[in-house]
């Protein structure tokens, strides 16, 4: 999701970076830009207004003005649309909003996160490994709430898993019926846990059954710190 105004910026970026893009286009209502990343994700920028009023992030190399606000939604390619979409609107909180030929828009409220897009497509079929997204991760308010959708889930057939502990939050997993992982996470304890916001991001964090492959782990990392390091 990036704010109304910036496609210029980005056409040009992009540009100048050598990346080929889908000159913008509409659809579902909003402005998108379509690219290919190195490994041949399909990825988007869609023009949102109600991130407008949102901070871009100042420390990096685009202008904040103009910077990705956050995940404006994902895409699914499907077999069959229709029970992916009963799971989306049944459990998940999702309204099924247009259609447009073989792809249909579900959406939960507005703003980031909002969007969830089938496509009604049988040849488009992910491998694992590079190109392709693992899972698709929804949030919920706190474990209490986590519980009571997974027993929902649990009597609709669905085989979820049990709440794993991944230390900034808590999550359950199940394959919905076209075979994509789907993740429901908490929103805490959340990743200040164990470090100040403020600093967040300038330590690799592992958890405590890592930490004695820590060296190893470090050494096989690429440097992530951009010109001048971290401010």
Request: hydrophobic fraction near 35%; charged fraction near 30%.
């Given at each position: 999701?990036?704010?109304?105004?910036?496609?210029?910026?980005?056409?040009?970026?992009?540009?100048?970076?050598?990346?080929?893009?889908?000159?913008?286009?509409?659809?579902?209502?909003?402005?998108?830009?379509?690219?290919?990343?190195?490994?041949g994700l399909h990825l988007e920028l869609?023009?949102?207004?109600?991130?407008?009023?949102?901070?871009?992030?100042?420390d990096g190399t685009i202008p904040a003005?103009?910077?990705?606000?956050?995940?404006?939604?994902?895409?699914?390619?499907?077999?069959?649309?229709?029970?992916?979409?009963?799971?989306?609107?049944?459990?998940?909180?999702?309204?099924?909003?247009?259609?447009?030929?073989?792809?249909?828009?579900?959406?939960?409220?507005?703003?980031?996160?909002?969007?969830?897009?089938?496509?009604?497509?049988?040849?488009?079929?992910?491998?694992?490994?590079?190109?392709?997204?693992?899972?698709?991760?929804?949030?919920?308010?706190?474990?209490?709430?986590?519980?009571?959708?997974?027993?929902?889930?649990?009597?609709?057939?669905?085989?979820?898993?049990?709440?794993?502990?991944?230390?900034?939050?808590?999550?359950?997993?199940?394959?919905?019926?076209?075979?994509?992982?789907?993740?429901?996470?908490?929103?805490?304890?959340?990743?200040?846990?164990?470090?100040?916001?403020?600093?967040?991001?300038?330590?690799?964090?592992?958890?405590?059954?890592?930490?004695?492959?820590?060296?190893?782990?470090?050494?096989?990392?690429?440097?992530?710190?951009?010109?001048?390091?971290?401010?």
């Amino acid at each position: 999701a990036v704010p109304e105004g910036a496609f210029d910026f980005w056409r040009s970026h992009l540009s100048d970076h050598e990346v080929s893009i889908v000159e913008p286009f509409r659809r579902f209502g909003k402005s998108v830009i379509g690219l290919q990343d190195p490994d041949g994700l399909h990825l988007e920028l869609v023009e949102v207004p109600e991130v407008n009023e949102l901070d871009g992030w100042s420390d990096g190399t685009i202008p904040a003005e103009y910077a990705v606000r956050g995940f404006h939604g994902a895409t699914l390619a499907e077999e069959r649309h229709q029970p992916t979409a009963e799971l989306l609107t049944g459990h998940l909180g999702f309204e099924k909003q247009d259609r447009r030929d073989s792809r249909y828009l579900f959406t939960c409220g507005n703003g980031l996160g909002s969007a969830v897009e089938i496509i009604e497509n049988s040849g488009l079929n992910g491998k694992p490994g590079r190109g392709t997204v693992h899972h698709i991760a929804f949030r919920t308010a706190d474990e209490e709430e986590q519980l009571v959708l997974r027993d929902r889930l649990t009597g609709d057939g669905y085989h979820v898993t049990e709440p794993k502990d991944r230390r900034y939050f808590s999550s359950i997993y199940f394959y919905e019926s076209g075979g994509v992982l789907f993740e429901i996470a908490t929103d805490g304890p959340g990743f200040d846990r164990d470090e100040a916001e403020r600093n967040l991001g300038h330590e690799l964090k592992l958890p405590p059954w890592l930490e004695d492959q820590r060296n190893l782990i470090e050494a096989d990392l690429p440097d992530l710190a951009p010109p001048g390091g971290i401010s």
